[in-house]
């Protein structure tokens, strides 16, 4: 009896895409704790973010620094062990904020940034870092080129004295997103790490497939943004 009333106040489209998670990960052989769900709550307001907070869910991206300012100082204040990515661009004049309001940025994309990101590396609290990868080589979207993944990851590394958990991608919506979550875990074994972040609403279980330790998932759990 009270399990099930535990159950009744998860949000059906979070029970659903659990359930969903849970099918993969078992038909691939996979722990069901391998990949975690984060719920991308960009444009939504922090009405729609509660009731997963009062579900228990904890991980959630953002892709702006100011609307994560605005939105998750509140939340932090009622919720505890809150989790927060940054899934979007991040601009070197938002670097403090960014570096101060989240846990995780995904989107290490660029040297000017790493520097930049280099010099904060000691504060405490500084996040752990995903390099976005431009697996479709897109001249438009941001993100470090397959081919210069390695010498990037160096850079980072050695020279910098960055630690990097993962690589992240947002693959060409034109084009089946299977080969690039392929590519995104053979660059991620060259190079040694084991975190993945892809696949989002409509591709969430191929991307499970494929490997992927985090899926971003937007438009399934909060319904269609504006
Ligand atoms: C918006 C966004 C998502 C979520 O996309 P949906 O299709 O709504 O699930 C995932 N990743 C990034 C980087 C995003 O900007």
Not at 14 to 22: G, Q, T, V
Request: charged share 25%; proline share 5%.
């Amino acid at each position: 009896m009270s399990a099930d009333l535990s159950e009744a106040k998860i949000p059906p489209r979070l029970a659903d895409i659990r359930a969903r998670m849970e099918t993969v990960l078992l038909e691939n052989g996979r722990a069901l704790d391998a990949a975690q769900l984060l719920a991308i709550s960009k444009t939504k307001p922090i009405e729609a973010i509660t009731p997963l907070l009062d579900a228990g869910h904890r991980q959630f991206g953002e892709n702006r620094v100011q609307e994560a300012q605005d939105k998750w100082p509140d939340l932090r204040a009622h919720y505890d062990a809150i989790e927060l990515h940054l899934v979007g661009p991040l601009q070197t004049n938002k670097l403090k904020e960014a570096v101060a309001q989240f846990d995780v940025i995904q989107t290490l994309d660029r040297e000017k940034l790493a520097r930049k990101l280099a010099g904060l590396k000691d504060e405490s609290g500084f996040p752990r870092l995903f390099i976005q990868v431009n697996t479709g080589d897109e001249p438009q979207k941001s993100g470090v080129s397959p081919a210069g993944l390695a010498a990037f990851y160096d850079l980072c590394t050695q020279e910098l004295g960055l630690r990097i958990a993962g690589l992240m991608c947002l693959p060409p919506q034109d084009e089946p997103a299977a080969a690039h979550f392929v590519l995104l875990g053979k660059l991620a074994a060259q190079v040694g790490l084991a975190e993945l972040s892809m696949g989002m609403s409509g591709d969430f279980e191929t991307a499970l497939a494929l490997g992927a330790t985090h899926i971003r998932v937007g438009t399934a759990l909060f319904g269609a943004r504006d």
